[in-house]
Each structure stands twice: as structure tokens, then as C-alpha cells.
């Protein structure tokens, strides 16, 4: 009996012993990555969403231009042949880039990427542009899923999807603040600005087939948005 006690003992100290080892590891690699310069944002820069890795990643440790950023974009959307475009790009102080892409041939939303400002890695922006997108679809660990037979099933027309935005935003945030119809109807959604007494300060999706609303509320403090079309 004495040995089977020892033998249980054992087993426990054994288990513990190794649960610390595993616990001081990741408080070690913690530490690490706290003491370096490398720009962070949320988790979109952890490997968790599969960001792609532009050949031309910035390594200079400068914040890129929106120039870069679009240059960057355009390069990336090569990959998925030449029918896609840039449309819009916000440029915050504090977070990752926003970047629309729109079709060329119709006009109509595609898809919508988060850009890290400092090393040029683009990955896809979280909420309605992975779980609504019904043709232009990237998914958790980076994978593109593309639906050539999506047609406009949207049940919400776009003047109604305006006025339940409009009443989001104030409901929430105030009456100073405004969804004037600016952005773009994407497949299965929309994405709308956000204004504050005229001036673009975040934005807000709507689903086209419910009129659900998902704020956007990953960014940061707004410099300017940049319309490429």
C-alpha cells in the first residue's frame, strides 16, 4: 500500500513539475516579445488569422505611406486575378490599416483586409468580411474561399440599410453622429462610414438579409481615408 501511495505521489509531482515548466516557458516568451519594438495589434499579428506575408515586407521599422500600403494591396490582389481593385483606405493612428477592394467590372464590394502599417502584412479583417461574405469569403488560417455563383439575394435595400445604421449610431454614440449612406455593398452586407458632425470617424456593416449591425469597433483614432475610387 505504502508503494502504490508513493507511486500515486509520483505521478502528481511528475504532472505538476512538467504543468511548470510549461507555464515558466510561456511567461519567458511573454517577457521576450514585451521587450521588443515589434508593433502589435490585437492578435491579427500572432499567426492566429494566417496573415500574408508580402515578398516586399517593410523591414526598416518605419510606419509605411499609404502609398506603400496601397502598392503593397495591389501587388497581394494579383493573386486572385485582375478583376479586383483598391477602393478605399483608412489610415489610423494607432492600429492596423483598413483596405476595401471592390470589383472592377461592377463596382461592388469584395472583400476587406486589415494591413499592419509597419511590416506590411495583410490580413483579412475580422466580423462581417468572414462571416457574412458570401462570395469573397477569408477564412480563419487564411484561406480564400470564392463563390462564382453569389447573386444579390439582399432582402434590405441599401436606403433602408442606411436608415437602420443611422439609427444604430445615434442610439448608441449620440445625435452628433451620422451613417450619410457612404461605403459599399458588398455580397451579403454592406459597410458604411461613420461620421461625427461631417467628419469620417470609424464604420459600421449592415447584413443585407436581416439588418443586423456590426460595428467596427477594432480600430483606433482615424487620420484620413483615402478613396482610390
Known amino acids: 500500500m505504502k508503494n502504490k501511495h508513493q507511486l500515486v505521489w509520483g505521478v502528481i509531482l511528475f504532472g505538476a513539475l512538467a504543468v511548470l515548466i510549461v507555464y515558466s516557458s ?5 517577457a521576450k516579445n514585451a521587450g521588443t519594438d515589434v508593433y502589435t495589434q490585437g492578435f491579427y499579428n500572432s499567426g492566429m488569422m494566417g496573415g500574408r506575408v508580402n515578398s516586399n515586407q517593410n523591414s526598416s521599422g518605419e510606419k509605411l505611406t499609404p502609398d506603400q500600403i496601397l502598392s503593397d494591396v495591389e501587388n497581394y490582389l494579383k493573386g486572385y486575378g485582375n478583376n479586383l481593385q483598391v477602393a478605399d483606405i483608412f489610415v489610423f493612428t494607432d492600429a492596423d490599416y483598413y483596405v476595401s477592394v471592390e470589383e472592377k467590372d461592377t463596382g461592388r464590394g469584395a472583400m476587406e483586409f486589415l494591413v499592419n502599417p ?23 488560417g487564411g484561406s480564400f474561399r470564392y463563390n462564382a455563383n453569389a447573386t444579390d439575394t ?7 440599410a442606411v436608415k437602420i445604421a443611422d439609427d444604430f449610431v445615434k442610439s448608441q454614440l449620440g445625435e452628433a453622429f451620422s451613417v450619410p449612406g457612404e461605403g459599399h455593398a458588398f455580397y451579403g452586407y454592406y459597410t458604411f462610414h461613420i461620421k461625427e458632425d461631417d467628419k469620417v470617424i470609424g464604420m459600421l456593416s449592415v447584413n443585407d438579409l436581416t439588418g443586423e449591425v456590426w460595428y467596427h469597433d477594432w480600430h483606433g483614432d482615424l487620420e484620413q481615408v483615402i478613396s482610390e475610387h
Open 154 to 160: 439582399a432582402t434590405v435595400n441599401r436606403t433602408e
Open 26 to 30: 510561456g511567461l519567458f516568451l511573454l
Open 118 to 140: 509597419y511590416t506590411g502584412q495583410i490580413y483579412p479583417e475580422p466580423g462581417p468580411n468572414m462571416m457574412w461574405n458570401e462570395k469573397y469569403s477569408m477564412m480563419m
